[in-house]
């Protein structure tokens, strides 16, 4: 079993002494999440900054894109601590060539800006809630089905002009195909007609955590509405910035999009 989760670039990491107890599953590489657990007493700090522990014990980070500096982890309990440093694997991220978008998505007028502008508000409120759930701790749903047309990281060029990384993962496949929520949450963002992402939903999961699902062509959620994994949110469109039919599905830990491959693995 050890030999399996080394070969598939997992890591399990268990410490039991009298004073810390504490667990560590993911990979430790840019767009990683971490889930974790440790004793109810016990404080966590990641490069000296506090990580909320469920009333259960769980707790869950990321890793950004780029980041090539240590993560040092602190456990203190009963007064005690320990640091712990893990190095971060470097990833080669691939290069995509998309043409045939329209001008005004690849380098948009004063006016989309302003929209673009007004728009990114809804995004730093759905990327800011920090509630008390745990539902990021169980196992993600691959939320639609279809091919992968997009992987994280993907340096984009559009229409021959390089623009932001992709920082999610695109499944294809043929218009109204459902989109399913990845776990329990409580919805955080439904916009039908957003300038780059189109037909929008946010999912809140706890301790940071949101899904989100771009593109649709239609919303069956609202926001505030409590949602179970495997629950129908939506259909599969090309509404936004999009060249064909299919869904953007990201993972963010706060304000860093983590690679939602990696999720689904953990």
Known sequence: MIKKIFLYCFVLFYLNTTAHSIEFFGKFTEGGIIKGKTSLNSKLFLDKKKIKISKNGYFIFGIKKGRAKDIEIKILTKGESQIFRKKIEKRDFLIQKINGLPKKMVTPGKKAMNRIKKEQVFFNQMRSVNSNNEFFYSKFLKPATG???????SQRILNGKTRRP???LDIANQKGTSIYATAEGVVTLAQKNLYFTGGTIGIDHGHGITSVYYHLNSLNVTKGQ??????????MGSTGRSTGDHLHFGI???QIALDPELALKN
Do not use: P
Not at 147 to 153: A, F, H, L, N, V
Not at 226 to 235: D, F, P, R, T
């Open 147 to 153: 091919i992968i047309s997009g992987k994280y990281g």
């Open 166 to 168: 992709h920082m999610g």
């Open 226 to 235: 409590k949602v179970s994994q495997g629950e129908v949110i939506g259909a």
């Open 252 to 254: 963010y830990w706060k």
